[in-house]
């Protein structure tokens, strides 16, 4: 049976650079309604980054903490696919939009996966992120790969200090259901390179 992972670029601030992730074959771009976040659009910008994908493209909005009525304002003037939660949200509260949701977690020394995913079971997916204390995601750093237990891992989305270097190497050792990447494939923050995003899309497609 084949094994093809998704692939979502996250962070993405420009219309040119939504194209790229279409044109490289990726699977979902990511969009950050955090304002603290360099990688922080509009609403405005969000709509116009969304009206110009092709079909098949799926968009994802990130939030973090956001309270109830910013993300149903969001929604009311973006058409996002799906929603990613990358706070302390509990399910109850992810589970309130009408959309599916990703649920963010950050591998701290004392997370229990198993647990968390019980806990989340609503979720559609569940995103595994490096940890540092005070930093929701975005932080370009790789965390233990081995920490993700074997039986779960084929159902999570694997994020956290990614690049084209080395998503091969991720891809074959975790076997994720997805990837995601924003850093990695980055001229600066916020500004992707296309080279870049072809490279990684080629790398988990040969991994």
Not at 5 to 12: L, Y
Not at 66 to 77: G, I, P, T
Not at 81 to 94: K, M, N, R, S, W
């Amino acid at each position: 049976m084949s094994y093809y992972p998704r692939i979502k670029i996250c962070g993405i601030t420009r219309t040119e650079d939504a194209l790229a992730v279409a044109h490289s074959g990726a699977d979902a771009l990511g969009l950050v309604f955090y304002a603290p976040s360099p990688r922080a659009v509009s609403t405005e910008q969000a709509a116009e980054i969304l009206r110009i994908l092709p079909p098949f493209v799926s968009g994802v909005g990130l939030f973090v903490n956001a309270s109830a009525d910013f993300v149903r304002q969001v929604l009311n003037l973006v058409k996002l696919d799906i929603l990613q939660f990358h706070g302390e949200e509990t399910a109850a509260y992810c589970a309130q939009f009408a959309r599916p949701y990703l649920k963010a977690l950050r591998m701290s020394p004392t997370l229990d996966l198993t647990q968390a995913k019980q806990e989340y079971a609503s979720a559609q997916g569940i995103l595994l992120d490096t940890y540092q204390p005070g930093i929701p995601g975005g932080t370009g750093e790789v965390f233990d790969w081995q920490r993700i237990p074997a039986h779960l891992a084929g159902s999570i989305i694997l994020a956290g200090g990614l690049t084209p270097e080395n998503v091969g190497h991720a891809v074959r050792r975790v076997r994720p259901y997805a990837v995601d990447v924003s850093g990695g494939v980055e001229h600066s923050k916020g500004i992707k390179d296309a080279q870049k995003i072809l490279d990684f899309v080629k790398a988990v497609r040969n991994a």
